[in-house]
């Protein structure tokens, strides 16, 4: 008997296990065909729907570096640099901020006020684009990174507050209420036992931050008139001339490109990310 089940389970792990490999197969074969076309010709890329090309080459990278405009594909790169880096670090720490006076302090109005960041949550982006497009005119901040900054280091990205909410309301206030009773005080509590313990959920918002900002192109289209300035996703753009065939393999090449930091980033900080993400969904 004990045997017969043991066969059971083992057929059922394999079939389990074999679905979720063909799945995931099927899900990840466009990023595998996206790699392999990136290593074809414009005529092999439209006559064979195989991964793997039969002439590899790497034309495709070294024309798409050097770009249709003045600069190298590298100058965009930095450009994302450039917004992702203040931004990640902007988020992490007005969200930390305004999050940790949500979860452990009582002030007037704060019903009111944590209703407020909901709403906000709730509300479509479209639907401020004109007022903040307007403000940021009259400010004189266009053709600038400042819209893209700033609203970030001001905690304007609602979900990432709540989140940071979620998790601080499960974390017990012990280790707290320990520090305060040795003299701490309320920002010496924050950043020596607040946020350590933070930590999965800070990587988690500050990767969900990064890998927003890496493709976003709304924003950095309504904000960005420069080429010099133009971000990653506003210069793939450019790779598409519609006087012209498009050169595919070049504007294949540098999305790979555009997709490698991302992926990077996230297979590095993987387990963070799961860990930050799960726990913020359990109230304690």
């Known amino acids: 008997m004990e045997l017969k089940l043991r066969r059971k ?5 394999t079939l389990r296990y074999t679905m979720l490999t063909v799945i ?11 790699i392999g076309a990136s290593f074809k010709t414009n005529a092999e890329m439209f006559s064979s729907p195989s991964f793997w090309p039969k002439e590899p080459t790497i034309q495709g990278y070294i024309d798409g570096w050097k770009t249709s405009t003045p600069y190298t594909f590298g100058k965009f790169f ?6 992702i880096i203040p931004k990640v670090i902007g988020t992490a720490i007005s969200c930390t901020l305004v999050a940790y006076g949500f979860a452990r302090f009582d002030f007037p109005g704060k019903k009111f006020w944590f209703a407020t960041v909901i709403a906000t949550l709730l509300l479509p982006n479209v639907v401020t684009r004109i007022p903040q497009y307007l403000l940021f005119r009259d400010i004189g901040w266009l053709d600038s990174f400042l819209p893209l900054w700033v609203p970030s280091a001001l905690a304007g ?3 990432f ?3 940071v909410i979620q998790f601080l309301r499960a ?3 012990d280790m707290e209420e320990a520090a305060r009773v040795d003299g701490a005080n309320t920002f010496q509590t924050l950043i020596f036992i607040v946020v350590p313990m933070l930590m999965p959920a800070l990587i988690s918002v500050c990767l969900f931050q990064f890998m927003w900002t890496m493709n976003d192109f709304l924003g950095p289209l309504i904000y960005i008139s420069s080429v010099e300035n133009y971000p990653i996703s506003l210069a793939l753009k450019l790779s598409i001339d519609t006087t012209e ?3 595919w393999n070049q504007i294949l090449a540098m999305s790979v490109l555009a ?8 297979f590095a900080a993987q387990k963070y990310f799961i860990e930050g993400i799960s726990s913020g969904g359990v109230k304690g």
Request: aromatic share 14%; no cysteine; proline share 7%.
């Open 9 to 13: 389970a083992r057929i059922n792990s």
């Open 24 to 34: 995931g197969l099927l899900m990840i074969y466009p990023l595998i065909w996206l």
């Open 78 to 83: 930095m450009n994302s640099l450039l917004i």
């Open 157 to 159: 990205d609602a979900f």
């Open 161 to 163: 507050v709540f989140m």
């Open 171 to 173: 974390i017990p206030r």
């Open 245 to 247: 065939a498009f050169a």
């Open 259 to 266: 997709l490698a930091p991302s992926l990077l980033v996230f």
